[in-house]
């Protein structure tokens, strides 16, 4: 059974820092490149930052470069992505993607980011 679980979301103050996880299972881990997206409410669903399979690619929305780092790692079938200096905008769900060249596509169940004073 595939699962993809995340963790890690929270309420913190504007500048603060989050580290969201996602623990995956029941497909082969190192074959799918992962993402991270998020949606805000009233919102479309909205890319945020991805990782290639190897782990050696990694792209991310304008909107956080230079803030967030998404990171894998393949012992732990899991994938990572560091929030740094966080702001108001980015309150939303965060959801954990998985995918494979052939178009298996999986989600996990998502987790509340809030950034708020």
């Known amino acids: 059974q595939v699962q993809l679980v995340e963790s890690g979301g929270g309420l913190v103050q504007p500048g603060g820092s989050l580290r969201l996880s996602c623990a995956a299972s029941?497909?082969?881990?190192?074959?799918?490149?992962m993402s991270w997206f998020r949606q805000a409410p009233g919102k479309e669903r909205e890319l945020v930052a991805a990782?290639?399979?190897?782990?050696?690619?990694?792209n991310y929305a304008d909107s956080v470069k230079g803030r967030f780092t998404v990171s894998r790692d393949k012992a732990k079938n899991t994938v990572y992505l560091q929030m740094n200096s966080l702001k108001p905008e980015d309150t939303a769900v965060y959801y954990c993607?998985?995918?494979?060249?052939?178009?298996?596509?999986?989600w996990g169940q998502g987790t509340q980011v809030t950034v708020s004073s």
């Open positions: 990782i290639s399979s190897a782990g050696g690619n990694t």
């Open positions: 993607n998985a995918r494979h060249w052939t178009g298996d596509n999986y």
């Open positions: 029941g497909f082969t881990f190192r074959s799918y490149a």
